[in-house]
């Protein structure tokens, strides 16, 4: 990521500079300063005017970037940049800067400090990683975020309406089974009466999953091969078939049964 050798400039967090210009009424010197694309060599500063002017206006940060690891890492990362392959400024406005350089350390294969350390940073870097789809780096911080949280009365609302917006299964399924658990004092409270729409299936699943695993069941696996499964069992299911392993419940279980119709109903059949 360093600036000799990089072919893409991300500009992080700030405000936008167009925008900015706009509010002050002076479009035309805005142009000037503002480009997507820039002009430079590998071993000079990308030829702006005004770079640093720009650069302490909005307030972003700056990142190295190289397209070639993008494209294989991070593809709709590296669709940001300039098509035609000349070396590019991308500006993203409104993105946490600690959440993007953690993306970026995990792209080119570096630890990234005190991972998890910080619970508002590791739902930014999920965030991030949902929006650009860095899959297995969404699915570490959101198993970091669950192993770091104590569920509660008074944050379940919260957590389940966040794990419902970024698709977190992992963390939905965390908020199911404490609901079931305290199904009586959250009714008492109120507390779901604002739950997202949908969430009375999660229920029932964390319900029949309990009744499973505590043997009031024990035919249940076998008739409903996929519907009590743990998320880490499906997606350890979809891993081991190839599968996408990012996705709802509904999404995953879906998955694995059409893979089994494609092999005749054989779970054990592989593509060869």
């Not at 509010?23 to 002009?39: E, F, H, T, V």
């Not at 702006?48 to 991070?74: M, P, S, V």
């Not at 400090?113 to 910080?118: L, M, R, V």
């Not at 996929?226 to 709802?248: H, P, Q």
Request: glycine share 6%; charged share 30%.
């Amino acid at each position: 990521m360093d600036e000799e050798s990089a072919d893409i400039v991300f500009y992080i967090g700030g405000e936008n500079l167009e925008d900015k210009v706009s509010d002050q009424g002076n479009k035309s010197s805005g142009a000037k300063i503002y480009s997507r694309r820039l002009s430079f060599t590998k071993r000079s500063a990308p030829q702006l005017t005004g770079q640093q002017e720009e650069n302490e206006a909005t307030k972003a940060t700056k990142f190295y970037a190289h397209r070639l690891i993008l494209k294989k890492a991070a593809p709709l990362l590296a669709e940001l940049s300039a098509s035609d392959g000349s070396p590019s400024h991308v500006e993203i406005p409104n993105l946490s800067s600690a959440a993007f350089k953690a993306m970026l350390l995990y792209i080119y294969g570096c630890e990234i400090p005190k991972f998890g350390e910080d619970m508002s940073l590791t739902k930014e870097i999920i965030e991030v990683a949902d929006k650009y789809e860095i899959t297995h780096l969404k699915l570490e911080a959101e198993a970091v975020y669950v192993a770091s949280i104590e569920m509660t009365v008074d944050n379940v609302l919260e957590n389940l309406q966040y794990a419902d917006s970024m698709n977190c299964a992992f963390l939905k399924e965390e908020v199911m089974d404490f609901i079931v658990k305290n199904v009586a004092v959250l009714l008492q409270k109120g507390t779901l009466k604002d739950a997202p729409e949908g969430v009375f299936h999660d229920v029932l699943a964390a319900i029949a999953r309990r009744d499973v695993e505590s043997g009031v069941d024990k035919k249940d696996r076998m008739e409903n091969k996929f519907g009590t499964l743990r998320i880490s069992e499906l997606r350890r299911e979809a891993c081991e078939k190839g599968l996408e392993v990012d996705g709802s419940r509904e999404t995953l279980i879906a998955t694995l049964k059409g893979a089994d119709n494609d092999n005749g109903g054989n779970p054990d059949t592989k593509e060869v």
